[in-house]
């Protein structure tokens, strides 16, 4: 029962360089979403896509792009790193007739230096 | 637009009194609202929910809350707080269409102390 897996839990990268943060889930989700989590701010959607080929931006996606190509993978890429970018990321997803049983990875902690 | 706001940053108690963490909400919809709790370090869980049942929500570790229309809260209590309750909370909202994102308040600190 692994439900929303995110790779890697820590990452260091310096200003400029890239990287892809993975999400994946084995409970057959449509909806899937990138939340940030920044102190004293709560969590703010990214990105989020509504089923495999479809994905749509969220309150803050500016540097970051999404792919869905599959029901179990969401990445997030992040291009051209900048330290406003250190922050805690969160997957999560959810499914129609699930009664809201939204799931949430364990977060993958970045700092960008 | 659906919105909410947590009324305190931070809250103190001590072991064994009453806790209470203050949300409002702005829905044009008849929302859903969650309470997730956070563990220093750790991801989210889900406290309770509430989806149009019962106004008075039942979830884990003795925590209740209660959706008031008229008053547009949606407040988490415990009558006994346990040190193991110090943590992040977040009061959540969500229109009712499933999938749809869940918009998050700022989260209120818990601290007990013994």
């Known amino acids: 029962n692994a439900g929303v897996t995110q790779t890697p839990k820590f990452r260091i990268l310096k200003i400029g360089q890239s990287m892809t943060l993975q999400c994946a889930q084995d409970m057959n989700h449509n909806y899937m979403y990138w939340y940030r989590q920044d102190p004293g701010m709560g969590l703010k959607l990214i990105y989020y896509s509504v089923g495999a080929g479809i994905t749509d931006k969220g309150e803050v996606p500016n540097g970051y792009n999404v792919s869905r190509s599959t029901t179990e993978d969401f990445p997030l890429r992040l291009e051209l790193a900048a330290p406003s970018q250190t922050s805690v990321y969160f997957c999560?997803?959810?499914?129609?007739?699930?009664?809201?049983?939204?799931?949430f990875g364990s977060g993958t902690r970045l700092t960008v230096v | 637009a659906q919105s909410v706001t947590q009324l305190d940053s931070h809250v103190s108690v001590s072991e064994g009194t009453p806790v209470l963490l203050r949300c409002n909400y702005s829905?044009?919809?008849?929302?859903?609202l969650f309470w997730y709790v956070q563990h220093p370090n750790k991801g989210l869980q889900l406290l309770l929910k509430y989806t149009s049942a019962a106004t008075l929500v039942k979830g884990i570790n003795g925590f209740e809350a209660e959706f008031k229309k008229s008053e547009t809260s949606f407040h988490l209590t415990k009558p006994s707080a346990h040190m193991s309750d110090a943590a992040e909370y977040f009061c959540v909202v969500s229109p009712p269409q499933a999938g749809t994102a869940l918009i998050f308040g700022k989260g209120t600190t818990l601290s007990v102390s013994s």
């Open positions: 829905s044009s919809y008849s929302p859903s």
């Open positions: 999560a997803s959810t499914t129609r007739g699930d009664n809201y049983g939204y799931t």
